[in-house]
């Protein structure tokens, strides 16, 4: 079982930065991949990013690429979404997401556990 809390979101304007961060609790916090998600009011929940359980490897969702980064630190249990340059149309809820599997996914059903949510707000 793992439980994901996050946190750093809020109202910020267009151009400006936030970084997110997810604490989990376990002791395997290593052994899952760690994705971010998000939420627009009225759209599906989206794929954001990506990180191995390692974190050598990242992946990331094309309308984020070269703005946001994906990080984690394994001894404190903490996942981190570095957000530059942030848009308006990346207002959102924000959510963290563990992954069992042995690489990392873009697909919500790969994800056994989710936080519940941050909310980021980009006024133009």
């Known amino acids: 079982q793992v439980q994901l809390v996050e946190s750093g979101g809020g109202l910020v304007q267009a151009g400006g930065s936030l970084r997110l961060s997810c604490a989990a609790s376990g002791r395997t916090f290593g052994a899952y991949a760690m994705g971010w998600f998000r939420r627009a009011t009225g759209k599906e929940r989206e794929f954001v990013a990506a990180?191995?359980?390692?974190?050598?490897?990242?992946a990331y969702a094309d309308s984020v690429k070269g703005r946001f980064t994906i990080s984690r630190d394994n001894a404190k249990n903490t996942v981190y979404l570095q957000m530059n340059s942030l848009k308006p149309e990346d207002t959102a809820v924000y959510y963290c997401?563990?992954?069992?599997?042995?690489?990392?996914?873009?697909?919500?059903?790969?994800?056994?556990?989710w936080g519940q949510g941050t909310q980021v707000t980009v006024s133009s």
């Open positions: 997401a563990a992954d069992p599997g042995t690489g990392y996914s873009r697909y919500v059903r790969d994800y056994d556990y």
């Open positions: 990180i191995t359980g390692g974190g050598g490897s990242t």
